[in-house]
């Protein structure tokens, strides 16, 4: 006969905790059963483990002599082993080597991925299962509680399985899972074969089937390490046409089974709210992270652009349910950088507007990494700049600026220590005055920095999105003022004619920042010198048959250039454009003071035009000194024009908010003043040349005359 219970254990069986026990043992067995299959552990090993705690089980009651064993005979080892404590006591250090066993299973990376990993995604089926029984027993133990539940939770009652994304298995399913595990026990590999996409795709679409996701990566899984000797994969691929459709199946059905199962949330700012941790999110992770390492993973390998720009344009659809793990986001930044710097401009495309949502998270470290990532990029990949590769940095510079102008207050950060290190090379290169100190600012990179962090101003800061805003001032604005004095700075280093590419590049980043920002910035100094140099006697130009030199892919001019007439003439011709299109500016000709801030320009002029035709034969060309006079005609007209609007004002200079009325009136005209019609003959004739140079470019024959 067997011993009688306790009175204590008669009492623990009787209040349903016994049960309860039982349960949590039987599934941490499951849990080490299945992780000591993992690991190659022999099978009878784990039955005798199961054998051992059946008995235990049956024998809830410790045994009297076990208690009855002296505390004093102990070894220090036995005492911290508690064995005096009882079975309960060691049960739960069982539940904590579970636990450790589990969480080392966590840790083993994304590369312990077969037909059995990730099986508790298929476990969320029963989960759904379980609660509609204990929804449908609600009513007869709880009848109060089931009412109010119908009166205020109505969704709770009408919980579907469908809706959680589980499936009902059908003979043929059952069929595949069978034969899944046979072959998985099997030495040889299955083969993927269309049969089993179309199964998978059909309970995809239909149901938004867990379990067939979970099999869908496994094969993705295969397919981006195919040919990989030191990995181990649960499918061997054959055809090509089957690997295409694994891969684009995969890359297009994943984010819209996620999206169903677990939603994120678009804020109304542009940025969005990564899932909350429910249940079905936390299985779902680890499968999710795995299959955002393969993505990384094989997008270093595709020949395919059309590939590469689905699996960026898919990828970026899953950002929101990986930025936790700040290892997937770094890779998939360093990847999409890499991408934004070097591919065709349909992936720098793809890419972008990946990292935009990298950047769009409410996490401010990830912003932190995006913006460090995107300036140093832009940064390398201008190291050195032609024609070919001029279109490609503007584009970088442009989506760059973007992304920087999503959050100012972020971007200021980053703005400020950037800049203050152009304003550091500058003042190295003042203080050593050497051609190794000047290489520190006369460099591509130097004039491609200047160029963004103007982009990124007169974006941020511009007058039009102020006043959208509230005339709410940027947390940028501050910046201008000190990058327009490095700027400056740099056109004062050197000022010899070789160097005027160079300043030329600087102007017009700031013409682009004065512009948007309706901010006064004095350009006429920095230009009207190009000008009165060139028309100047001492000047003697001699003639060459060198080509034209583009100024746009130039910071220095070849020493060959030096004082020849085509070089001059290229010069004078951009340096007049930029003044005019600097005096029609808001700012200036929207000035009621355009009349007397043209004066120093007018007088210079004069003088330059004067001395060039009294001066010798050989200092100037007829055209350059055409193209001076005609401007300085355009100036004096549009200072008449303005003098005449201002004889009907009725108010006095002190009247500053009438004077604000009247300019505002004034810069809708600009386009009609003799300035604003000449400036837009001239871009009109520079737009029909740019055309005929790319045409040339592309081995057209073209003929480029001289308008």
Same mark, same amino acid.
């Given at each position: 006969?067997?011993?009688?219970?306790?009175?204590?254990?008669?009492?623990?069986?009787?209040?349903?905790?016994?049960?309860?026990?039982?349960?949590?043992?039987?599934?941490?067995?499951?849990?080490?059963?299945?992780?000591?299959?993992?690991?190659?552990?022999?099978?009878?090993?784990?039955?005798?483990?199961?054998?051992?705690?059946?008995?235990?089980?049956?024998?809830?009651?410790?045994?009297?002599?076990?208690?009855?064993?002296?505390?004093?005979?102990?070894?220090?080892?036995?005492?911290?082993?508690?064995?005096?404590?009882?079975?309960?006591?060691?049960?739960?250090?069982?539940?904590?080597?579970?636990?450790?066993?589990?969480?080392?299973?966590?840790?083993?990376?994304?590369?312990?991925?077969?037909?059995?990993?990730?099986?508790?995604?298929?476990?969320?089926?029963?989960?759904?299962?379980?609660?509609?029984?204990?929804?449908?027993?609600?009513?007869?133990?709880?009848?109060?509680?089931?009412?109010?539940?119908?009166?205020?939770?109505?969704?709770?009652?009408?919980?579907?399985?469908?809706?959680?994304?589980?499936?009902?298995?059908?003979?043929?399913?059952?069929?595949?899972?069978?034969?899944?595990?046979?072959?998985?026990?099997?030495?040889?590999?299955?083969?993927?074969?269309?049969?089993?996409?179309?199964?998978?795709?059909?309970?995809?679409?239909?149901?938004?089937?867990?379990?067939?996701?979970?099999?869908?990566?496994?094969?993705?899984?295969?397919?981006?390490?195919?040919?990989?000797?030191?990995?181990?994969?649960?499918?061997?691929?054959?055809?090509?046409?089957?690997?295409?459709?694994?891969?684009?199946?995969?890359?297009?059905?994943?984010?819209?089974?996620?999206?169903?199962?677990?939603?994120?949330?678009?804020?109304?700012?542009?940025?969005?709210?990564?899932?909350?941790?429910?249940?079905?999110?936390?299985?779902?992770?680890?499968?999710?992270?795995?299959?955002?390492?393969?993505?990384?993973?094989?997008?270093?390998?595709?020949?395919?652009?059309?590939?590469?720009?689905?699996?960026?344009?898919?990828?970026?659809?899953?950002?929101?349910?990986?930025?936790?793990?700040?290892?997937?986001?770094?890779?998939?930044?360093?990847?999409?950088?890499?991408?934004?710097?070097?591919?065709?401009?349909?992936?720098?495309?793809?890419?972008?507007?990946?990292?935009?949502?990298?950047?769009?998270?409410?996490?401010?470290?990830?912003?932190?990494?995006?913006?460090?990532?995107?300036?140093?990029?832009?940064?390398?990949?201008?190291?050195?700049?032609?024609?070919?590769?001029?279109?490609?940095?503007?584009?970088?510079?442009?989506?760059?600026?973007?992304?920087?102008?999503?959050?100012?207050?972020?971007?200021?950060?980053?703005?400020?220590?950037?800049?203050?290190?152009?304003?550091?090379?500058?003042?190295?290169?003042?203080?050593?005055?050497?051609?190794?100190?000047?290489?520190?600012?006369?460099?591509?990179?130097?004039?491609?920095?200047?160029?963004?962090?103007?982009?990124?101003?007169?974006?941020?800061?511009?007058?039009?999105?102020?006043?959208?805003?509230?005339?709410?001032?940027?947390?940028?604005?501050?910046?201008?003022?000190?990058?327009?004095?490095?700027?400056?700075?740099?056109?004062?280093?050197?000022?010899?004619?070789?160097?005027?590419?160079?300043?030329?590049?600087?102007?017009?980043?700031?013409?682009?920042?004065?512009?948007?920002?309706?901010?006064?910035?004095?350009?006429?100094?920095?230009?009207?010198? /190009?000008?009165? @140099?060139?028309?100047?006697?001492?000047? &003697?130009?001699? #003639?060459? +048959?060198?080509? !034209?030199?583009? $100024? *746009?892919?130039?910071?220095?001019?070849?020493?060959?250039?030096?004082?020849?007439?085509?070089?001059?003439?290229?010069?004078?011709?951009?340096?007049?454009?930029?003044?005019?299109?600097?005096?029609?500016?808001?700012?200036?000709?929207?000035?009621?003071?355009?009349?007397?801030?043209?004066?120093?320009?007018?007088?210079?002029?004069?003088?330059?035009?004067?001395?060039?035709?009294?001066?010798?034969?050989?200092?100037?060309?007829?055209?350059?000194?055409?193209?001076?006079?005609?401007?300085?005609?355009? /100036?004096?007209? @549009?200072?008449?024009?303005?003098?005449? &609007?201002?004889? #009907?004002? +009725?108010?006095? !200079?002190?009247? $500053? *908010?009438?004077?604000?009325?009247?300019?505002?009136?004034?810069?809708?005209?600009?386009?009609?003043?003799?300035?604003?019609?000449?400036?837009?003959?001239?871009?009109?004739?520079?737009?029909?040349?740019?055309?005929?140079?790319?045409?040339?470019?592309?081995?057209?024959?073209?003929?480029?005359?001289?308008?």
């Amino acid at each position: 006969m067997g011993k009688k219970a306790s009175k204590q254990t008669k009492k623990f069986a009787a209040s349903g905790q016994l049960k309860k026990v039982i349960q949590a043992r039987h599934k941490h067995q499951q849990i080490r059963k299945r992780i000591l299959g993992k690991r190659g552990a022999k099978d009878d090993k784990v039955r005798s483990e199961e054998v051992d705690n059946e008995d235990e089980e049956n024998e809830v009651e410790v045994p009297s002599n076990e208690k009855a064993k002296s505390k004093k005979g102990m070894s220090v080892d036995e005492f911290l082993n508690a064995d005096f404590m009882g079975e309960s006591y060691s049960d739960d250090d069982n539940v904590d080597d579970m636990d450790e066993s589990d969480s080392d299973d966590d840790n083993e990376g994304e590369d312990d991925f077969d037909d059995t990993s990730f099986a508790s995604v298929d476990d969320l089926e029963e989960d759904g299962k379980n609660h509609l029984m204990e929804l449908s027993k609600l009513a007869e133990k709880d009848p109060e509680f089931f009412k109010y539940l119908q009166e205020n939770d109505q969704e709770l009652l009408k919980f579907n399985l469908d809706d959680t994304g589980g499936i009902q298995l059908d003979d043929e399913d059952n069929e595949e899972a069978g034969d899944d595990d046979v072959d998985m026990e099997s030495e040889k590999m299955p083969t993927l074969t269309s049969m089993h996409l179309r199964r998978w795709q059909k309970a995809l679409l239909e149901q938004r089937s867990l379990r067939a996701l979970r099999k869908l990566l496994i094969a993705f899984r295969a397919a981006a390490h195919l040919n990989e000797d030191d990995q181990v994969l649960a499918w061997s691929i054959d055809s090509s046409s089957v690997y295409n459709k694994l891969v684009t199946t995969t890359l297009r059905y994943t984010p819209v089974v996620l999206e169903h199962h677990v939603p994120y949330k678009s804020l109304p700012n542009g940025k969005f709210k990564p899932p909350t941790q429910t249940h079905k999110f936390k299985t779902l992770q680890k499968l999710i992270l795995s299959y955002f390492h393969n993505v990384i993973h094989v997008l270093s390998q595709f020949t395919d652009n059309e590939l590469v720009q689905l699996a960026v344009t898919e990828s970026a659809k899953l950002i929101p349910y990986i930025v936790s793990s700040r290892k997937a986001v770094k890779l998939y930044l360093k990847q999409c950088l890499e991408l934004w710097s070097s591919a065709q401009d349909n992936i720098r495309i793809a890419a972008f507007l990946a990292i935009r949502k990298l950047a769009s998270g409410t996490d401010e470290s990830i912003m932190d990494y995006v913006l460090k990532g995107a300036y140093l990029t832009l940064i390398r990949s201008s190291k050195s700049t032609n024609v070919h590769s001029l279109p490609s940095i503007n584009l970088m510079k442009n989506s760059a600026s973007e992304v920087f102008c999503i959050d100012h207050s972020t971007a200021y950060q980053h703005a400020f220590g950037y800049i203050r290190q152009l304003a550091i090379h500058l003042r190295n290169s003042m203080k050593v005055k050497t051609k190794e100190g000047y290489k520190q600012v006369y460099n591509w990179q130097f004039v491609h920095c200047i160029d963004f962090w103007s982009i990124v101003l007169a974006r941020a800061c511009d007058s039009r999105t102020q006043v959208k805003n509230d005339d709410t001032a940027s947390d940028l604005k501050p910046l201008i003022y000190p990058l327009v004095q490095v700027c400056l700075g740099a056109i004062k280093l050197i000022s010899t004619s070789r160097s005027y590419p160079f300043h030329l590049h600087i102007v017009r980043s700031l013409l682009h920042l004065t512009k948007h920002t309706d901010i006064y910035i004095p350009l006429s100094p920095h230009l009207v010198p /190009i000008l009165t @140099s060139i028309l100047a006697p001492s000047s &003697r130009s001699k #003639s060459s +048959t060198l080509r !034209p030199l583009d $100024l *746009e892919v130039q910071i220095r001019a070849p020493q060959q250039y030096i004082r020849t007439r085509v070089y001059h003439e290229g010069v004078l011709e951009e340096s007049a454009y930029l003044l005019t299109e600097w005096l029609t500016s808001p700012m200036v000709q929207g000035s009621i003071s355009f009349p007397e801030i043209v004066v120093p320009v007018v007088v210079l002029l004069r003088k330059a035009l004067k001395a060039a035709r009294s001066g010798s034969s050989g200092s100037s060309s007829g055209k350059d000194q055409g193209t001076v006079k005609v401007l300085l005609e355009r /100036i004096e007209e @549009s200072a008449k024009w303005i003098k005449q &609007r201002r004889r #009907s004002v +009725t108010f006095a !200079p002190g009247q $500053l *908010e009438e004077v604000v009325s009247w300019e505002k009136d004034l810069r809708d005209l600009i386009e009609d003043s003799p300035l604003g019609k000449y400036l837009k003959v001239q871009k009109k004739l520079r737009e029909k040349r740019r055309k005929l140079v790319e045409k040339a470019r592309e081995g057209e024959d073209e003929i480029l005359d001289d308008d």
